[in-house]
């Protein structure tokens, strides 16, 4: 997955069955099932792949145990079949996890015992393992670092997780392989229309500068939080269909809460589900649901949110925590679909909503990464019947994610799958590239490398938040990886001194908002 070798090919067509804009989990899913069918299939991105909230998940794959409280069985069946899906098309990327539920009173083990139970059913053949009571003693076990203070036992059951930003690079090199141009740094300026109806658009290399058109039988428009804007500048009003939600999560050390368990606590003070998961050698704290008037691109945590999370944990935990422990918090904004008489983002349906609007713009909202796959196909079954296209059904079932590969990779390179064998062989061939970045992470400067050259990565951000997860785990060690960061892009992208001093301000000061001040 090369930039210049897209932009080559783009450079070539100007004409394309689908047009799909947004680079996050919608839009490459859109992309890849497009292109999967055999359209000839056109994403642009504005920024990076996964920029926005597609790279700030809490990292799982399920179904959802809260919406299963609210009575919303069918999204639940349906997400717990998806993570199924997931977990055998991209196995380098997704793993199954346990998790424990702890309770203190008695019949809540009971209560959400049957509930998880439920929850387990529905995913059906497609089950990652039996739900069961524990005794404290058990319960205790699976997490060590629990205060034991009217502990009574727990239920234990399982979900997935993944890595959220790389399986969005993988979705784009799936799509890329399957015939789709897929671009990213590429905004869309405008649309193109004829007596009313949208037929392609107008877009602007962000690097270059320079200005394309391009036709299409439809565009989809896929761009999370953002998609209003583009809705209104296709419609030419200014309703809203998007009621955004912020949910931050704190990175604190494994030390904390040691095991290899997730924990959820099925009900907080402002009735949330909140989990404690272990992920990539720390512990992921979170989630919040703030309703935002306005989106932003970098989106900061409010002290509440910090505070909530903080409390609750040292409500539970053998060791407290404070602002000083904490190594990141990462902010996304979750696009649901706005729905009348519901002002609470917190009970807001998870389900995604697809409209052709007047101007025969495709507009997909709401949804979340574990049914990405599913939201595709209803998109793109939707956009075909409101088209001349021919129907073509959907492929993409079984069809295996780049880097799928069952072998087991014991180093931190097990997220590449089958790429890490090529990224392993970078590292022996020249002097240097098996050179960790940052003395406390096992990233190496050949997986900068990779990451220009088969990943698209054009910025020190695109590589240590999104290529590997630095900035995410720990902000001031991504900092203080900046600046080898960029000496080793400018080189290899031949660039100049000041890009490089560019880039490690412009990422010192992003990174800044990732660490957590009173």
Known sequence: MNRKDQLDKLNKENEFDFIIIGGGATGLGCALDAAARGFKTLLLEKHDFAKGTSSRSTKLVHGGVRYLAQGNIRLVREALIERGVLLQNAPHLCHTLTFVMPSYKWWDKWFYGIGLWIYEYLSGDLSLGKTKLLSKKSTIKYLPDLKEHNLNGGVLYYDGQFDDSRLAINLAQTAIEKGAIVVNYFGVTDFIKDSGLIV????????????????????????????????QLAEGHSEKTIAPSQGIHLIVDKHFFTGDAGMMLPKTDDGRVLFFIPWEGKVILGTTDTPVEEVSEEPLPLKDEIDFIIHHFNRYAVTNITYDDIQSVFVGLRPLAKVAGIKKTSVMPRDHVIKVLPSGLVHVTGGKWTTYRNMARHTINRAIRSTLLKFKHCKTRHLRIHGWTEAKNETHLSVYGSDAAAITALMESKTGLNEQIHSSYPYTKAEVIWAIDHEMALTVEDVLSRRVRLLILNARAAIEAAPKVAAIMAEHLGMAKDWEIGQI??????AQGYIPHL
């Open 200 to 231: 392609g658009v107008k877009a602007k290399d962000e690097i270059s500068g320079k200005e394309y058109e391009f036709k299409s039988e439809v565009v989809i428009n896929a761009t999370g939080v953002f998609a209003d804007t583009l809705l």
């Open 505 to 510: 301000e412009h990422f010192t000061k992003l």
